[in-house]
């Protein structure tokens, strides 16, 4: 059986309905631990950035079963996580149990100049356009003057992915390079959806309209969480941006 295969309308216009979403994300952390351990790049990139800075209060927006929110709990960090996924919440609260929160990135429950970082792994490029920017201006809001946001999203140069989705899915009208596809998720089949960043594109999504100046990016290559694209190397930017 091909494992990614085209969706129908009706589930494109599902995929981006924010219960949809939830369920596929419940769906993903109720039948793999694909997300509970982190990469080799990954490790030796969060090692390197936790100790370049002064260790404070930081969220993991977008926590899934909350492994960065831990690596970091182990480092010194007061930590909060926050997703909507209740069986990703569910696996964070054996890994990583306190400060966990139900709460979409884009109406996060802190009041403004909270955090000294936020890290916004994997999470972006899953979201619809318009709730993007809004979750971008929310993280902005919450972060401290000075604070860091650490954000990963799949990158436009990952052509063997890229193609693979183009192929295999339908692009949005109004959204291009965002692919909604059929993929397994666990034991099931459902509609997913993934928006390829250009590098020019998620620096200006980063500092348009917020407080954010992006001071580094470079590619990382990780496996993929996913059974489709069968467990290979994507390649994602990585982002720094620092509160002006
Ligand atoms: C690929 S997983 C990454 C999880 C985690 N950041 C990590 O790297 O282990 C994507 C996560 O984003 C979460 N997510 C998707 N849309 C979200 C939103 N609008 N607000 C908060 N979390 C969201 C999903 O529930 C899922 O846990």
């Known amino acids: 059986m091909e494992k990614l295969s085209k969706p129908s309308q009706k589930d494109i ?34 090692s390197s950035l936790n100790n370049r800075l002064k260790k404070g209060i930081l969220l993991d927006n977008g926590c899934g079963t909350a492994r960065i929110k831990k690596f970091f709990e182990e480092r010194g960090w007061t930590c909060f996580g926050s997703d909507i996924t209740r069986e990703g ?21 802190f009041k403004g100049d909270f955090f000294d970082a936020i890290i916004f792994w994997r999470v972006l490029h899953n979201i619809t356009k318009k709730v993007r920017k809004k979750s971008v201006i929310e993280a902005s809001r919450v972060l401290k003057k000075n604070g860091i946001l650490v954000c990963c999203v799949q990158s436009k140069e990952d052509k063997d992915t890229y193609s693979k989705y183009k192929e295999n899915g339908i692009e949005l009208d109004d959204d291009p390079n965002t692919f909604v596809v059929n993929q397994v998720v666990g034991n099931k089949v459902m509609p997913y959806m993934k928006h390829f960043y250009s590098k020019n ?26 059974e489709a694209v069968g467990r290979k190397i994507q390649k994602y930017w990585i982002i720094e941006a620092i509160k002006q």
Do not use: C, M
């Open 201 to 226: 594109e998620i620096i200006k999504e980063l500092e348009e309209n917020t407080h954010l100046e992006v001071v580094r990016i470079k590619i990382i290559e990780e496996k993929s969480g996913f």
């Open 13 to 46: 216009q599902s995929v981006q309905s924010h219960d949809v979403l939830e369920s596929l994300w419940n769906q993903e952390f109720a039948t793999t631990y694909e997300l509970k351990n982190l990469s080799e790049s990954t490790l030796k990139y969060f």
């Open 89 to 109: 919440l569910k696996v964070a609260s054996r890994l990583s149990p306190t400060n966990l929160i139900y709460a979409p990135a884009h109406d996060l429950p």
